[in-house]
């Protein structure tokens, strides 16, 4: 089992309550998915900069140390944001370039994400104390993706909690499980393509970034999943510009879409939907198999 | 309203609501049993026995009504997965869309859904009935053993795949039949079965728009020749 969870706001002045509308729906989930959860948050794009989303995995974590270290390295001014173990890096140098160096610098560091417009965060524990831990219910921006975690086929870290991503500012969340993760990574790692863990769901997100830089936009690339990917998935992806959810043929995992004027609201079920505003007179329907289901951001 | 009980899902645990419609209604000679904002909570109203009525506004989550008995269950809004899944008697009826699995296994008793259902609707059905307003998914009516599906609108793949000796009333376009899943000529008492499911129903369409979708029954002798195509 798993919960997904997508929020995507359609009117400017809802932005600074994102995260408060979005917290109840991830708590909503807590017990398809008790062990780790995570949300990736896209708000406005920073320009001339990147952003990093970064977890430092293993020891206390010395943001202080990290910033020295990257200011020798690397030309310009790097701003950490930073809670605890998760820090969001916005630094004008190349993110490809700092993520090479943070491989070297900081083994114990994962790059949770990359882009301009992408924060995410993710980690073990319920969805209410990882809320709590990260101040979620504070965020603000214009869309979210989401997942509470119930691991089925790999170890329970904060590495392996969803969303996962790949390149920039590309997140994908999954309730289901894939039965050839191997043979698509097969595929990939001769391309270049690095994996981080041995999740399955890390290899539909690579496969999906993989179509897109290959001239894909990303329902073209879901189209192409159908035949490369075997298994059981809702698949909720997020990009800076859009939200979209497919389910596969059987549709054997849960999905609701509410959406109204102001939102438009995803979850594996509708009693994470239930608490927002005007959902009575929402539009609610379940995704068709095999379906794609887009909204601009 | 004498006779009437009144619950919050918001304010009062299902647990607690359950428990009532199980045991405490008969007792208390309540009859009627409202249950409000279900907010998608699951297992509402689930393994009743009693002759009770039971309106449950707001969409209902997994298994609404599921073994229902005798109970008289309606849903206005949508239903979960497993609406009515194994229910023995009485009747359910949902205003909205249901999801999956919709009547699972349903043993007796008559399920409505006035919108669609979703795929699987009707799976290893076992003698219930079952009358859908709008579309069902596909894989609709698996394995259905016994009873009786009433599908106003349209059908997706792989409609009574393996059926037995249910029968299925379809009025709109089939994508693709299952294995070993035929159309049949409708008779008169195929038209009197549907006439008398969309009365119960309360829905009107002509039983003469209905086609019958029933068991070639080449799969109840197994032929080891047929390399599993039937």
Redesign the interface.
């Known amino acids: 089992m798993c919960g997904i969870v997508g929020l995507l706001l359609k009117k400017p002045q809802l932005r600074e309550k994102l995260g408060e509308l979005m917290t109840p729906m991830l708590v909503g989930m807590t017990s398809r998915g008790p062990d780790s959860a995570g949300v990736a948050i896209f708000g406005d794009a920073v320009t001339d900069s990147h952003k990093l989303s970064l977890f430092w995995g293993e020891g206390v974590a010395d943001w202080k140390r990290l910033a020295a270290e990257l200011g020798a390295a690397f030309a310009g001014k790097h701003r950490f944001a930073e809670i605890g173990q998760h820090a969001v890096l916005t630094t004008p140098a190349n993110p490809e370039e700092v993520k090479t160096w943070l491989a070297g610098a900081a083994p114990e560091i994962y790059v949770l994400s990359m882009g301009r417009s992408i924060d995410l965060y993710k980690d073990i524990g319920t969805p209410a104390q990882i809320v709590e831990r990260y101040a979620l219910n504070k965020v603000t921006g214009t869309h979210v993706v989401a997942h509470t975690r119930m691991a089925t086929e790999s170890a329970v870290t904060p590495a392996h909690a969803h969303p996962f991503t790949a390149g920039q500012d590309f997140c994908l969340v999954h309730n289901g499980s894939l039965s050839n993760p191997h043979l698509v990574r097969k595929k990939l790692e001769p391309l270049g393509i690095r994996f981080v863990t041995d999740n399955d769901t890390e290899a539909a997100c690579r496969f999906f970034e993989w179509r897109m830089r290959e001239g894909d936009d990303l329902t073209t690339a879901v189209h192409r999943g159908f035949s490369e990917l075997d298994g059981f998935f809702t698949f909720l992806m997020g990009t800076d510009k859009e939200l979209l959810i497919v389910r596969d043929a059987f549709a054997c995992k849960p999905a609701v879409v509410a959406e109204t004027d102001d939102y438009v609201a995803i979850a594996s079920e509708f009693r994470s939907l239930a608490h927002l505003p005007g959902v009575r007179h929402a539009t609610v329907f379940e995704p068709k198999p095999e379906e794609v289901y887009s909204w601009k951001a | 309203m004498e006779g009437v009980k009144e619950f919050d899902l918001s304010t009062t645990s299902l647990r607690e609501v359950n428990r009532y419609l199980h045991r405490d209604a008969a007792g208390a000679g309540v009859k009627r049993v409202k249950i409000l904002?279900a907010?998608?909570?699951h297992s509402i109203a689930a393994g009743l026995t009693a002759p009770l009525e039971v309106e449950i506004d707001?969409?209902a989550?997994?298994y609404a009504g599921g073994m229902n008995m005798h109970a008289h269950i309606t849903v206005h809004g949508?239903a979960?997965?497993g609406v009515g899944e194994n229910m023995m008697s009485g009747t359910i009826r949902v205003e909205?869309?249901a999801?999956?699995a919709a009547g699972a296994s349903a043993h007796g008793g008559l399920l409505v859904i006035l919108g669609d259902a979703?795929?699987r609707c009707g799976i290893s059905l076992k003698g219930g009935d079952i009358v859908v307003g709008g579309d069902v998914?596909?894989?609709s009516a698996f394995m259905a053993q016994a009873g009786r599906i009433v599908i106003c609108g349209d059908a997706g793949d792989a409609l009574g795949d393996s059926l037995y000796e249910a029968v299925i009333y379809v009025r709109g376009k089939v994508r693709s039949l299952g294995a070993d899943a035929r159309f049949e000529p409708m008779t008169g008492a195929d038209h009197a079965a549907v006439r008398e499911l969309l009365d119960r129903a309360g829905l009107s369409h002509d039983p003469k728009s209905f086609q019958r979708v029933a068991s070639a029954k080449n799969l109840y002798h197994w032929n080891s020749d047929a390399n599993q195509e039937y």
Request: aromatic share 16%.
């Open positions: 904002n907010d998608g909570a707001g969409h989550g997994y949508n979960g997965p909205g869309f999801s999956t979703a795929l998914g596909s894989f």
